[in-house]
Structure formats: structure tokens, C-alpha cells
């Protein structure tokens, strides 16, 4: 198996998951006593969190950055970055390393096409969900149409995302209004939901679901294992 690296902790909630799934998988697929041959750098969320906020992007590039050069120093031989909304960053890491980045864009956009889904809603931060970055590589390179909520609804859902779901609080009155935007989101003709924050399938893990769901982090987690099973430099489908 070839090594993975993981840039994590953003949050650590959804790291847990990343990190369940990525074994899961190659116990699943090879058996026995097999897990995942892993590298893990956990960054201190609050400080990436701090950086998001006051817009210093290009510190939190170099940051996550350095930390993908450690991991390749290590021996991963390409890193998975868990988390949608720090893919703002991608091509400063992508400058500062030699082993290939494993794109969240990428592995969404393939179960897009799977589904045969092109007016995807994209739920996320409010950074994930307002800013191009995430939703110019779908449009671009996978030929959908993304839709985002309503501006009150991308408030609200961002505000859930980093008061409860990144500090482990999963509410019925959160998961009911997040239930909403998606019902919200089919009336205005969505034929699937993006879960681009890596929380956010924790919250509607079960339930009623009122649009087909593309839940970023566990299908981040089949690139994962395409990388970790397949031939170096290859990902397997």
C-alpha cells in the first residue's frame, strides 16, 4: 500500500470520521488485520479558525503548506487536505510540495457525475459557500450548476457549522432547519445536496433526507483509499 497524509484537525470531529473510514475501507477491502497506512498532521483549529476570520489566507496557506512538506519529508506519498473550506489554499500547497494533493473538488465532483446530478446545492461555511473556489472547479470541471441557499440560510448554517458541529453538538432543532434548506433547495429545482463541510453528514447521518446527498468528506475518504490501494500516482475509481 502506498503511505497517506492527512492534514487534519480542522475539525477534529470530522478528522475522527476521515480517519475511521480511511481503516474501514482497507479493512473492508483486504481483510484480516489490514488498516491504513497513515500520517496524520492535526493543526489547533482555533488558530486556522483566527486566520479565516481576519482574512489572512496567505498565512493560512503557508501554514497548512508547511505542514504538507512534513508530511511528504515523512513519506506520505500524497496528502489529503480534510476539510472543504481551507481548499481556498490549495495552490500555495500545491507550490510548496512535490507529492499531489487528493482534491475534495474532485472527489465530489465524480459522485456528482455518478448520480447523474447537475443543479447540486452547495451547503457549507459561509466562506465554502460565497467564495468561487469550490464551486468554479465543479462548474468548471465537472459541468454542474451549483446553487447555494438564501443569504439567511447561508448565516445560520455557517453559525450551526462552528458554534455546534465543530465542537461535537448535534441538535434536533439544528438538523431539522438544516432539513429545511434542503427541502428549500429542491422547491428551487436542486436535484442533489453538496455536504461541503465535513461536519455537516455527521448532523444528517439519519432521517428524513429531501435530496440525494453528496457528503464531501466520505467521498474525500474513496479518493483516500484509491490512492492508498491503487499504483503509486495512480487513484483508482
Given at each position: 500500500?502506498?503511505?497517506?497524509?492527512?492534514?487534519?484537525?480542522?475539525?477534529?470531529?470530522?478528522?475522527?470520521?476521515?480517519?475511521?473510514?480511511?481503516?474501514?475501507?482497507?479493512?473492508?477491502?483486504?481483510?484480516?488485520?489490514?488498516?491504513?497506512?497513515?500520517?496524520?498532521?492535526?493543526?489547533?483549529?482555533?488558530?486556522?479558525?483566527?486566520?479565516?476570520?481576519?482574512?489572512?489566507?496567505?498565512?493560512?496557506?503557508?501554514?497548512?503548506?508547511?505542514?504538507?512538506?512534513?508530511?511528504?519529508?515523512?513519506?506520505?506519498?500524497?496528502?489529503?487536505?480534510?476539510?472543504?473550506?481551507?481548499?481556498?489554499?490549495?495552490?500555495v500547497i500545491e507550490?510548496?510540495?512535490?507529492?499531489?494533493?487528493?482534491?475534495?473538488?474532485?472527489?465530489?465532483?465524480?459522485?456528482?457525475?455518478?448520480?447523474?446530478?447537475?443543479?447540486?446545492?452547495?451547503?457549507?461555511?459561509?466562506?465554502?459557500?460565497?467564495?468561487?473556489?469550490?464551486?468554479?472547479?465543479?462548474?468548471?470541471?465537472?459541468?454542474?450548476?451549483?446553487?447555494?441557499?438564501?443569504?439567511?440560510?447561508?448565516?445560520?448554517?455557517?453559525?450551526?457549522?462552528?458554534?455546534?458541529?465543530?465542537?461535537?453538538?448535534?441538535?434536533?432543532?439544528?438538523?431539522?432547519?438544516?432539513?429545511?434548506?434542503?427541502?428549500?433547495?429542491?422547491?428551487?429545482?436542486?436535484?442533489?445536496?453538496?455536504?461541503?463541510?465535513?461536519?455537516?453528514?455527521?448532523?444528517?447521518?439519519?432521517?428524513?433526507?429531501?435530496?440525494?446527498?453528496?457528503?464531501?468528506?466520505v467521498e474525500h475518504?474513496?479518493?483516500?483509499?484509491?490512492?492508498?490501494?491503487?499504483?503509486?500516482?495512480?487513484?483508482?475509481?
Open positions: 500500500m502506498n503511505t497517506l497524509g492527512v492534514i487534519a484537525g480542522m475539525s477534529w470531529e470530522s478528522t475522527a470520521l476521515y480517519y475511521r473510514l480511511l481503516n474501514e475501507g482497507v479493512r473492508d477491502r483486504l481483510g484480516g488485520l489490514h488498516s491504513a497506512p497513515l500520517l496524520l498532521h492535526s493543526t489547533d483549529f482555533a488558530a486556522i479558525a483566527a486566520l479565516q476570520r481576519s482574512g489572512d489566507w496567505a498565512e493560512a496557506g503557508r501554514q497548512l503548506a508547511s505542514a504538507a512538506e512534513g508530511l511528504a519529508r515523512a513519506g506520505a506519498t500524497a496528502v489529503l487536505l480534510a476539510t472543504n473550506t481551507m481548499h481556498k489554499v490549495v495552490p507550490a510548496a510540495t512535490t507529492i499531489p494533493l487528493l482534491h475534495i473538488g474532485d472527489a465530489i465532483g465524480r459522485a456528482l457525475q455518478a448520480g447523474g446530478y447537475r443543479r447540486p446545492l452547495l451547503l457549507g461555511t459561509a466562506f465554502t459557500m460565497r467564495e468561487p473556489f469550490l464551486r468554479d472547479y465543479l462548474g468548471e470541471r465537472y459541468a454542474v450548476e451549483v446553487m447555494v441557499p438564501s443569504e439567511a440560510a447561508q448565516v445560520e448554517i455557517d453559525r450551526a457549522i462552528f458554534a455546534e458541529l465543530c465542537q461535537g453538538r448535534f441538535t434536533e432543532q439544528t438538523r431539522a432547519f438544516y432539513r429545511q434548506v434542503l427541502v428549500e433547495g429542491r422547491e428551487a429545482g436542486a436535484d442533489a445536496a453538496i455536504l461541503g463541510c465535513t461536519e455537516i453528514g455527521l448532523l444528517l447521518a439519519t432521517g428524513e433526507r429531501p435530496l440525494p446527498l453528496i457528503d464531501s468528506a475518504v474513496q479518493l483516500g483509499l484509491g490512492w492508498l490501494l491503487g499504483a503509486p500516482g495512480q487513484v483508482a475509481g
